[in-house]
Structures are given as structure tokens and as C-alpha cells.
Nanobody, 129 residues
Framework: QEHLLESGGGSAEVGGSLRLSCAAS????????IAWFRQVPGKERDAVGA????????RYADSVKGRFTISQDNANKTVYLQMDSLRPEDTSAYYC??????????????????????WGQGTQVTVSS
């Protein structure tokens, strides 16, 4: 069964760091576009970044560029979101999402929520001062 499973959420102080993990099934990890989104209650889900697992190329939203880094572990079929220099506005539920396999992320749509076919259950991140 296809799955995406996030972990690593929790609490951090302003300026601190957290690392989120997204463990994917073999099928979903295969040369795919896997993205991170975040959502606070009452607001739309916003794209954070995405990686093409085929070549490891990552793209980021302007709000996190230079602070967040996406990486991957091919052996364990896991995508990571390293979050540094955390701010209170990073407080959110974070979700990973995957397109269909054999799809590379495109600058035209990687941040579009409707593009992704598979979603994890989410993990909460809380940043406090």
C-alpha cells in the first residue's frame, strides 16, 4: 500500500532547529516530486519546498529559502526537511506530498497543492520565544 509518513515534529525555540522526515513507500519514492506543505487552522495549505528524487534537485518557497533544506536518503526512501533559524511564523502542521512516480518537479507547478496525489497525515511544529 502506498504511503507517506511524516515524523520529527515538535517544539523549538525561536532560532532553533528541527528536522522532519517523510518516509515513502518504494513506489512513491521512485523518481518522483515529493513536496512539503504547511497549514495553520483557517488558512490555505502553503508550499514549503519540493525535491525531485531522481536527481535531488530541490526548490523552496521564498519564505523559507536560506533557512530550510530538503534532502533525501535513497536507501531508506526518506525525504527530510531540515528547518533552521526557526521563527514563530513557522508554527504549523507540516505535510509531505507526492506526485505520481516518474514525475520530476517543475517550476510551473511544484507549489500547487492540487497537483499532488498522495499525502501524509501531517506533523505539528510549534516555535515559541
Amino acid at each position: 500500500q502506498e504511503h507517506l509518513l511524516e515524523s520529527g515534529g515538535g517544539s523549538a525555540e525561536v532560532g532553533g532547529s528541527l528536522r522532519l522526515s517523510c518516509a515513502a513507500s518504494d513506489y512513491l519514492f521512485s523518481t518522483n516530486c515529493i513536496a512539503w506543505f504547511r497549514q495553520v487552522p483557517g488558512k490555505e495549505r502553503d508550499a514549503v519546498g519540493a525535491v525531485s528524487t531522481g536527481d535531488g534537485r530541490a526548490r523552496y518557497a521564498d519564505s523559507v529559502k536560506g533557512r530550510f533544506t530538503i534532502s533525501q536518503d535513497n536507501a531508506n526512501k526518506t525525504v527530510y526537511l531540515q528547518m533552521d533559524s526557526l521563527r514563530p511564523e513557522d508554527t504549523s502542521a507540516y505535510y509531505c506530498a507526492a506526485e505520481r512516480p516518474y514525475t520530476q518537479c517543475s517550476p510551473n507547478w511544484w507549489a500547487r497543492e492540487s497537483r499532488y496525489k498522495f499525502w501524509g497525515q501531517g506533523t505539528q511544529v510549534t516555535v515559541s520565544s
